[in-house]
């Protein structure tokens, strides 16, 4: 997918996860709270690993290494 | 682009729906426990003071109640009546158990309703009036736990249903 559509993608997953978190630790529940985040974490960095990878080859090229 | 607008849509009401029954459950635990009392109340008048038979009782008594708690007395004297089981006890565990997908009461309720019936009928008017009045105090108890536990989850289970509705919706997206 496109550039722009991913950085709104992972606003989005941010911003779910930020009221989740809220909605969790006001309730009591902190556990499930920092599990969420982690949760996030997780799902963000696996839509960018494969951006990565492409960024660190075109760095290689780049430097021609 | 329609049919994924359609789906999304399909996932959050779905996901809403299931935060708000989650929900729901919790928050009419507590009415059904004072439905219960208050149709306990009216079967030990039946029996102290009319001292009708236990299925007539029972049918009365439930006849008092307005929600999914009074099937349990109305099920319990159809049981009774019918003969179908050995004892009043097996009758009123049977009501119990088969009522208890219905309402929205927890195990320990349905643990402590079985054992009311125990007593059920085995003893004489004195012996029966105790054991309501032991049975309403536990229920007591009971109804303020299911207050608290209301407080803290109804709100934060329907924001949990609608939020996991958004969360998968833009995951897949």
């Known amino acids: 997918m496109s550039g722009i559509d991913l950085i709104f993608k ?7 996860v930020a009221v989740l978190n809220q ?3 006001r309730s009591g529940r902190e556990e499930q709270a920092m599990m969420t ?21 075109t760095i290689k090229t780049l430097f021609q290494f | 682009m329609f049919l994924k607008l ?10 809403s729906l299931l935060g708000f029954i989650i929900s729901s459950d919790y928050a009419r635990r507590p009415s059904q426990l004072r439905t219960i009392k208050t149709m306990l109340q009216v079967f030990e008048n039946e029996i102290y003071f009319m001292s009708s038979i236990l299925h007539e009782a029972l049918e009365k008594a439930g006849k008092a109640g307005d929600n999914e708690a009074a099937l349990i007395f109305t099920r319990a004297s159809e049981n009774m009546r019918k003969g179908t ?16 997908p219905r309402t929205a009461l927890d195990k320990e309720d349905e643990e402590i309703l079985v054992s009311f019936g125990k007593i059920l009928g085995t003893t004489d008017i004195e012996g029966q ?34 939020l996991g509705g ?8």
């Not at chain 2, 359609?6 to 996901?15: D, N, P, Q, R, W």
Request: include cysteine.
């Open chain 1, 10 to 16: 992972i606003a989005a997953i941010g911003i779910i």
């Open chain 1, 23 to 25: 909605v969790l630790i």
């Open chain 1, 37 to 57: 985040t982690l949760a996030g974490i997780v799902v963000v960095l696996m839509i960018i690993a494969n951006e990565i990878a492409k960024l660190f080859n």
């Open chain 2, 6 to 15: 359609i789906g999304s849509i399909l996932v959050i009401t779905a996901s």
């Open chain 2, 85 to 100: 089981f050995s004892s009043t006890e097996r009758a009123w565990a049977e009501a119990v158990k088969y009522c208890m």
């Open chain 2, 129 to 162: 009036v105790k054991n309501i009045r032991l049975l309403i105090s536990h229920l007591e108890i009971q109804e303020k736990k299911a207050e608290e536990s209301r407080k803290r989850n109804e709100a934060l289970f329907r924001n949990l249903g609608i």
């Open chain 2, 166 to 173: 958004f969360a998968i919706v833009i995951i897949l997206f």
